[in-house]
């Protein structure tokens, strides 16, 4: 059996294990510990996942399924393709970013990560602008913090990552079902989360995870 663990996420010390449908088929997630830290982690036969849709599909599942079970908790979200050869490599890492992942669970405790993406309909007559000022200043007035995101096509009116605190979400989901009502002729609301913050932790992970 490989000792290659692929990591997920981090959190504070506690013991989990639970079924998954995890990446590179992995079905079984736990964690691995040092200090005040755990790591989430599945055993993978590789050091280099592809990162397919399905993989990545299933990287975000996972640190969806520990953000929300059993009453939720906070994670500090590790990039996709962080396999570490062994648990010693992986403890070396929590042991070195330690003070790095405790600030970082600290700040953002208690929130979660959305994105919405405004898609504008095809052929549609539809002023971009003023909609995402419009959008913008809704969602802004529901969370803490934002992330623009690319832009990557002509129809894509808006993309953003939104950082909503837990008690807030009713109000953040009441603020997308608005723009939603009032642009629903013209565009597509697309909405996804709740994600752990992606977008707004600032911890480079992933290049240290290929470790010995």
């Given at each position: 059996?490989?000792?290659?663990?692929?990591?997920?996420?981090?959190?504070?010390?506690?013991?989990?294990?639970?079924?998954?449908?995890?990446?590179?088929?992995?079905?079984?997630?736990?964690?691995?510990?040092?200090?005040?830290?755990?790591?989430?982690?599945?055993?993978?036969?590789?050091?280099?996942?592809?990162?397919?849709?399905?993989?990545?599909?299933?990287?975000?599942?996972?640190?969806?399924?520990?953000?929300?079970?059993?009453?939720?908790?906070?994670?500090?979200?590790?990039?996709?393709?962080?396999?570490?050869?062994?648990?010693?490599?992986?403890?070396?890492?929590?042991?070195?970013?330690?003070?790095?992942?405790?600030?970082?669970?600290?700040?953002?405790?208690?929130?979660?990560?959305?994105?919405?993406?405004?898609?504008?309909d095809e052929d549609a007559s539809i002023d971009a602008e003023a909609v995402r000022e419009d959008a913008v200043e809704r969602f802004a007035a529901a969370s803490v913090n934002e992330s623009e995101n690319d832009r990557f096509s002509?129809?894509?009116?808006?993309?953003?990552?939104?950082?909503?605190?837990?008690?807030?979400?009713?109000?953040?989901?009441?603020?997308?079902?608005?723009?939603?009502?009032?642009?629903?002729?013209?565009?597509?609301?697309?909405?996804?989360?709740?994600?752990?913050?992606?977008?707004?932790?600032?911890?480079?992970?992933?290049?240290?995870?290929?470790?010995?």
């Open positions: 059996m490989s000792e290659n663990l692929y990591a997920y996420g981090v959190v504070e010390n506690e013991e989990l294990e639970f079924e998954v449908d995890g990446v590179a088929g992995a079905t079984s997630a736990y964690t691995v510990s040092h200090g005040p830290l755990a790591a989430i982690v599945t055993d993978i036969d590789t050091m280099d996942p592809e990162l397919s849709d399905e993989n990545a599909r299933a990287h975000d599942d996972v640190l969806q399924t520990v953000l929300l079970d059993d009453g939720g908790r906070t994670v500090v979200p590790m990039q996709f393709g962080s396999v570490f050869k062994n648990g010693r490599a992986l403890k070396n890492v929590l042991r070195g970013g330690r003070r790095a992942f405790t600030k970082a669970l600290r700040e953002i405790d208690g929130y979660f990560e959305f994105g919405v993406k405004l898609v504008a002509d129809r894509l009116v808006m993309n953003r990552s939104y950082l909503v605190d837990r008690d807030e979400r009713i109000a953040f989901d009441e603020a997308v079902d608005a723009v939603t009502d009032d642009y629903g002729d013209v565009l597509t609301v697309q909405y996804t989360g709740p994600w752990p913050p992606y977008n707004f932790v600032d911890i480079e992970i992933g290049a240290q995870g290929n470790q010995r």
